[in-house]
């Protein structure tokens, strides 16, 4: 904002007398008060022509008793004053007065102050009378001269804003502002004589940075921008050009400021996709997430890495810095480190799969070193996650990894211990060679484990996968001494009344000793063991029936152990497939379809990222493409600009016309006196609304204003200042909304204006609400089943929708709810798969915000009101914050019927 913005912003706010004074007291005032007065008396003066009113009358009394004065308030009032001022008579043409006024604002542009001279400089890039200009051109050149910085860098923005308007009154402006450039030494001065001309003569801009472009490393950092930005510019538009500029570019990825180096990074992408080029720009984004303080600009760039990462050539120049991007888990924020790990995991390969996974276990050793931290647990769980992927895709690993993973068994994190019990009992399953080092090693552990959940868990393994007689002893002997006298673990169990785990424990004795029966042939022995874990079951089932639990044992684990005492009372071949077979043919089937659901997720993600040409596609040749067709292609500068503002983005530069006319909202009738229409682009964390007003009377309109507000959580940044339109003329209005957080939100207003030369009121026109969709920012996001459950307990807002559809058939409801919300359905498709009449499924997302929404859908076909009878059920959200649940249940109230989209 300018300076007199400023003042005017802060002028709005200023309070006022329940009336507002007259004009003959404001004159009185004006004329005879002092200093002080005069000052106030300009203020509401100010204020009243912001509100609407005309106040003619006081115009000549101000050039007269006020524009003469030196104080520096008053003139930096008076610039706002001239600013919002009726400068023309109702017919259009100029007010004789303000021809004493443009010669105030000549001394002003030789006063000896800077920062008056600099202040009219800017305050004469708003003026759009050329009348009032003409006069005042050869003091704007003389500025370009004076000793101050402040006022050069403004006549500079004074002279391209009134050469790009009249350009009949400065011709030669681009010629003087190269010569300008050319004996100037201050940065900010630079920087806008280069901008003016990149945009005014680009070949002037062309020829300059030629001279000097060996020195461009010692430049400011505001002009290397605008010189990254000419580069990018001039060589899309020819190619021809790139070898004489990406040695420049190359030299800007050195460059000390952090802005310059990752805008030269994304612009060196762009123009090459040489390996070279391709491996400086990661290792230039890589620096910067190291050095960057910022977590939002660490996770900005680190984008920027996953979308090299997405282009196939690029992706084996990124495999050799893996290593050097794993430098990144140094950072303590959890949100860095989870993108920084899916990263690494997804561009490890063989070649460097051992040292990723040599930097992870030095990782996983630290986390019990460093004091507890909230984040800890998590990053010791992420850490154990990708370790867990590495070994299923890398086989060979293993061996290297579960011996350091299944020390967290004991842990009293009992999230990443479930994780490690997942990967030991998936790892063991899958590597047959590995079974014997994951025996022996949860046999050494398992006496430390301290939750029940793992503890039931490791009691499963064991008894599922110890086939030798001397691991079955050495089971036996664990679970002698987890019920010994000092209170060990499974003891500690039973006596806080947790018999489930008493019932897992049965089931593993039973497996156990019809093993040992099989592999041991004498009677004694086979009695020996059978007897010995019939006894711990019956000596089980006597103490939950006592009184010395905490609680009770139930009915379902008695009957339980006594279905395994029977077991083992009869030692049946039926029995023994039963539990030593089908047991292991169920996991087996499930990790089967867990390894094809993630192999059908990676050959969508392999199909979405290869880039498919079909024989008779028309090749675009740049070099032939009319001057009016570049001018309407999408700026892509602006959009590598924008690249951290989510998805949006890379949408609209897919089909941007259809996407901006999908995003137009009208806020007027067309017969309205005015008419307006907003097109609503949303950023990451704020909307812009960009606003057509258009005037369709014959009329001026004076003081045209937007007025917004706002309902949820949104707040409007600043209020639009006013404007005048000509009649039919048009204008575009922008505003900026802050979002906070997940929930849909309203934005509604009107347009103010006031009729040039009526008396009457202020003339109002109501626009239509314009609604926020919450689906803007929701992604569809996986978590585990573990974590799902967890989050499901913690979070406290639940809100639960009917089913109201028209829709038949379950699994076309839940596709449509799936597209409607885009939320993931976490339940695998083959449990969806088949008809049985009802269907239950788990949905997740997470906001920008890093918000998460939990949706259970429980639905059913009504068979007895007949085939084409709609679904029924419920659906139940949940979320931490209330506006994240009520928000996400209006859109699936809204969405539910097939046709209602």
């Known amino acids: 904002m300018t300076a007199a913005e400023n003042v005017c912003y802060t002028l709005i706010n200023v309070p006022m007398d329940s009336e507002p004074p007259s004009e003959m007291s404001l004159k009185n005032d004006l004329e005879k008060g002092d200093v002080k007065s005069k000052t106030e008396a300009l203020k509401k003066v100010i204020i009243m022509i912001l509100n609407g009113e005309k106040l003619p009358g006081l115009l000549m009394t101000i050039i007269r008793f006020v524009l003469p004065l030196q104080d520096h308030t008053i003139k930096k009032l008076l610039l706002v004053f001239w600013e919002i001022v009726p400068k023309t008579t109702p017919d259009g043409r100029l007010l004789h007065e303000m021809i004493l006024v443009c010669d105030a604002y000549r001394k002003d542009l030789q006063h000896p102050n800077e920062f008056i001279r600099g202040s009219t400089l800017r305050f004469l890039c708003k003026l759009k009378e050329a009348e009032l200009l003409e006069p005042l051109m050869p003091a704007i050149r003389a500025c370009l001269e004076h000793r101050h910085s402040y006022v050069r860098r403004n006549a500079v923005l004074a002279i391209y804003t009134i050469y790009r308007n009249f350009e009949h009154l400065i011709p030669d402006a681009p010629e003087l502002i190269h010569d300008f450039l050319v004996n100037e030494k201050d940065a900010s001065c630079k920087r806008n004589a280069f901008m003016m001309l990149i945009h005014a003569d680009q070949d002037r801009a062309l020829d300059y940075l030629s001279t000097c472009i060996d020195q461009v490393q010692t430049f400011g950092d505001i002009l290397q ?37 990752y805008e030269a990074a994304g612009t060196l992408v762009t123009l090459s996709s040489a390996p070279t080029a391709i491996k400086a720009a990661a290792q230039c984004y890589i620096d910067l997430i190291i050095k960057e ?7 900005i760039v680190l984008d920027r890495l996953v979308e090299l990462k997405e282009h196939p050539a690029h992706e084996r120049v990124l495999q050799d810095l893996v290593m050097d991007i794993l430098r990144v888990l140094s950072t303590p924020d959890l949100e860095v480190r989870k993108k920084t790990l899916q990263l690494a995991l997804d561009l490890v390969s063989s070649r460097n799969v051992e040292e990723l996974v040599i930097v992870l276990k030095k990782e996983v050793i630290k986390t019990n070193n460093v004091s507890e931290h909230e984040d800890t647990d998590k990053y010791r769980q992420l850490l154990v996650r990708t370790l867990h992927s590495c ?54 552990v398992f006496h430390a484990i301290k939750s029940v959940k793992i503890y039931r868990g490791a009691l499963w393994i064991l008894g599922e996968y110890c086939s030798t007689k001397e691991d079955i002893q050495s089971v036996m002997t664990e679970v ?19 018999f489930f785990v008493a019932a897992s424990l049965a089931t593993t004795l039973t497996k156990i000793a019809l093993r040992y029966v099989a592999l041991v042939q004498e009677k004694k022995k086979q009695n020996s063991f059978v007897a010995e874990a019939m006894l711990l079951m019956a000596t089980i089932l006597h103490l939950g029936k006592s009184s010395l639990p905490k609680k009770p044992i139930t009915d379902d684990d008695v009957d339980r152990i006594s279905l395994c005492l029977k077991v083992l009372s009869e030692c049946s071949p039926l029995m023994n497939d039963i539990f030593n077979k089908e047991c292991r043919q169920s996991l087996s089937h499930m990790l089967s379809a867990k390894l094809e659901e993630e192999k059908l997720s990676q050959k969508k993600e392999s199909e979405k990222r290869n880039v498919t040409v079909q024989p008779d596609d028309p090749i675009s040749f740049m070099q032939l493409t009319a001057k009016n067709e570049m001018n309407c292609k999408e700026d892509q500068f602006q959009l590598s600009l924008l690249a951290a503002m989510g998805n949006t983005q ?46 369709q009377t014959s009329d001026t309109l004076q003081n045209c204003t937007l007025e917004l507000a706002t309902l949820g959580d949104l707040k409007l940044v600043e209020k639009p200042s006013p404007l005048t339109l000509a009649p039919h003329d048009f204008a575009n209005i922008k505003a900026n909304v802050k979002v906070a957080s997940t929930e849909n939100g309203i934005i509604f207003g009107n347009i103010v204006y ?35 459950r967890q989050m499901w307990a913690e979070f406290e807002w639940e809100n639960k929708v009917t089913v109201n559809t028209n829709i038949i058939d379950l699994n076309d409801y839940l596709q449509h709810i799936l597209k409607s919300t885009n939320m993931k359905c976490l339940t695998p498709e083959k449990a969806l798969s088949g008809y049985c009449g009802f269907m239950a499924a788990n949905l997740y997302a997470r906001s920008i915000f890093g918000e998460d929404a939990l949706a259970n859908v429980s639905i059913e076909k009504p068979i007895q009101q007949g ?35």
């Open 293 to 299: 303080s910022d977590n939002n600009v660490k996770l």
């Open 480 to 498: 002698r001494r987890s019920l010994g006298e000092c209170r060990p673990p499974l003891r500690g169990f039973l006596l806080d009344g947790d």
């Open 225 to 261: 921008l605008v010189i990254v930005e000419l580069i990018y510019k001039v060589c899309h538009a020819n190619p021809s050009e790139r070898a004489r500029f990406i040695r420049c570019i190359y030299n800007l990825l050195q460059s000390s400021s952090p802005a310059v180096k």
């Open 754 to 788: 006031d009729v040039s030369g009526a008396a009457s009121d202020r003339n109002c026109v109501v626009l239509s609400d314009i609604h926020i969709d919450i689906m803007d920012y929701i992604q569809p996001a996986t978590c585990t089943d573990a974590e799902f």
């Open 650 to 695: 890379r949408k609209e530069a897919a089909d941007p016309l259809a996407s901006k006319l999908n995003k137009v909202t009208q806020l007027t009738g067309f017969s309205d006196p005015v008419y307006a229409e907003a097109y609503v682009h949303v950023n990451q964390y704020d909307i812009v609304l960009d606003v057509l007003v258009v005037n």
């Open 391 to 444: 070994s299923v895709r890398f086989p060979d690993m293993a061996a290297n990894v579960i011996p350091v993973l299944m020390e967290f068994l004991s842990d009293s994190n009992e999230a990443a211990a479930a994780d490690v019990l997942e990967f030991v009992r998936e790892a063991i399953q899958r590597f047959d060679n590995l079974r014997m080092l994951i025996v022996e090693k949860m046999l050494e």
């Open 867 to 901: 085939p084409e009878a709609p679904v029924t059920g419920h659906i139940r959200i949940r979320a931490k914050s209330q506006g994240m649940a009520l928000s996400l249940g209006d859109k699936i109230n809204l969405s539910q019927k097939k046709n209602s989209i």
